[in-house]
Nanobody, 125 residues
């Protein structure tokens, strides 16, 4: 599966952005999906994950209550709604896909099979 992330940009602190990840292929619903981010000089970190059906989600503590992950299997797309953005949210955001045998969420980076190219999010103070 090929992934294309979009929706990044420059926003003031307290603002919002909505990231989208479009997936190619006809079997999108067999993939668990996740969002990760990498800030300058830091390692890539997990942000959010969603199960194949969309029935399960999981968030990093740093974004819980502010970010929402969702998916539309009919449109082969997953989104990340980011509210109440902070300067520390500045990073390149990547979507990722993992083929799973059941409807669960995957949070470990090394388990993901496919990665998008990333989209830059910059939050000014």
């Amino acid at each position: 599966v090929q992934l294309q992330a979009s929706g990044g940009g420059l926003v003031q602190a307290g603002g919002y952005l909505r990231l989208s990840c479009a997936a190619s292929g006809r079997t999108f619903s067999i993939y668990g999906m996740g969002w990760f981010r990498q800030a300058p000089g830091k390692e890539r970190e997990f942000i959010a994950a969603i199960s194949r059906s969309g029935g399960m989600t999981y968030y990093a503590d740093s974004v819980k209550g502010r970010f929402t992950i969702s998916r539309d299997n009919a449109k082969n797309a997953v989104t990340l709604q980011m509210n109440s953005l902070k300067p520390e949210d500045t990073a390149i955001y990547h979507c990722a896909a993992v083929r799973t045998g059941w409807d669960n969420v995957i949070v470990r980076e090394h388990e993901y099979d496919y990665w998008g190219q990333g989209t830059q999010v910059t939050v000014s103070s």
